[in-house]
Nanobody, 132 residues
Framework: QVLLVQSGGGWVQTGGFLRLSCAAS????????MAWFRQAPGKEREFVAS????????YNSDLTKGRFTVSRDNAKNTGYLELTGLKPSDTAVYYC?????????????????????????WGQGTQVTVSS
């Protein structure tokens, strides 16, 4: 059973920077897509970014494109999300997730995101708070 343990997060001012980590233990993430989601109070969980196992193919939501960078270190079984240019609207609990069977993909209609229920493993979540 893979366990995803998140670290990072915290409180920053507008325009600040944070780095989130998601370390897997109890198993390997070989072949898994790693994704990041966030959930603000009273809102549904939304896709932020994802990276395939090849570490080269990444996707971002329109809201985070150009500001957030997703990456992974397969040797360390760890994924990362770097958040720059933070805004108060980025305030949320951020979750990492991993899936062997589904992944975000680019389609002619735009980015196709798997349903959250299709992800195999989830981190415990970490709070990111951005003050104005």
């Amino acid at each position: 059973q893979v366990l995803l343990v998140q670290s990072g997060g915290g409180w920053v001012q507008t325009g600040g920077f944070l780095r989130l980590s998601c370390a897997a233990s109890g198993g390997t993430l070989r072949g898994y897509e790693m994704a990041w989601f966030r959930q603000a109070p009273g809102k549904e969980r939304e896709f932020v970014a994802s990276v395939l196992y090849n570490s080269r193919t990444t996707y971002n939501s329109d809201l985070t494109k150009g500001r957030f960078t997703v990456s992974r270190d397969n040797a360390k079984n760890t994924g990362y999300l770097e958040l720059t240019g933070l805004k108060p609207s980025d305030t949320a609990v951020y979750y990492c997730a991993a899936s062997m069977s589904v992944a975000a993909t680019e389609t002619p209609q735009g980015l196709s995101i798997p349903d959250v229920s299709e992800y195999d493993y989830w981190g415990q979540g970490t709070q990111v708070t951005v003050s104005s």
